[in-house]
């Protein structure tokens, strides 16, 4: 049985069974380098950002996704509302988990810089064997970072389930 219970005027809990979802976290990724001619998120970083959203989920986050927001493309927002609506997703998470983008992508990169200005837990996803900015891996120096090192897209489902079962 599912009930929902306000908190405040902000805050809905969804009681699941005794487990309340009131863990919010921003999943951040790069959009437009992903899309593809036809202007949709392609097959294959679709399905891993679907699966990451389910993962979060089986552990009780409420998930904000650009991507998914914004059905992977296809109802894309303005930049105005786009900005709005992932710095204030971003202001309310208790965490915030990312692929910084290789090449890097100046949104996310953007949405880094915000979860860090609002002292939020950081967790950044980075292929092994791959340079990132100075000041993505240097961040860790001023802020909660933590990094997952991957090397494909199972491990790094393995590396958050990991992490997700010692949060």
């Known amino acids: ?24 976290i921003f999943l951040a990724a790069p959009f437009k380098q992903l899309m593809t001619a036809e202007q ?17 989920e089986s552990h009780h986050f409420v998930v904000d996704n650009a991507h ?5 493309g296809k109802n894309m927002m303005t930049p105005n509302q786009c900005t ?22 100046p949104g996310t990169h953007i949405e880094i810089g915000w979860a860090s200005a609002f002292e939020k837990p950081i967790v950044l996803l980075l292929q092994k064997e791959t340079t990132y900015a100075y000041l993505v891996s240097g961040l860790g120096a001023i ?6 090192y991957y090397e494909d897209t199972a491990d790094c489902l393995l590396q ?3 992490f997700l079962n010692q949060y």
């Not at 998914?68 to 992977?72: F, L, P, S, T, V």
């Not at 802020?143 to 997952?148: E, M, P």
């Open 1 to 24: 049985m599912m009930t929902a219970v306000i908190t405040n005027a902000f805050s809905i809990q969804l009681n699941l069974g005794g487990r309340f979802l009131n863990k919010r």
């Open 160 to 162: 958050i389930q990991h």
């Open 143 to 148: 802020g909660n970072v933590k990094y997952l």
């Open 84 to 105: 709005q609506a992932d710095f204030q997703a971003i202001k309310n998470c208790q965490l915030f988990m990312a692929f910084p983008g290789t090449p890097a992508s």
């Open 68 to 72: 998914k927001r914004e059905d992977w």
């Open 40 to 56: 949709v998120i392609d097959s294959e970083n679709k399905n891993l950002i679907n699966r990451m959203i389910d993962l979060l």
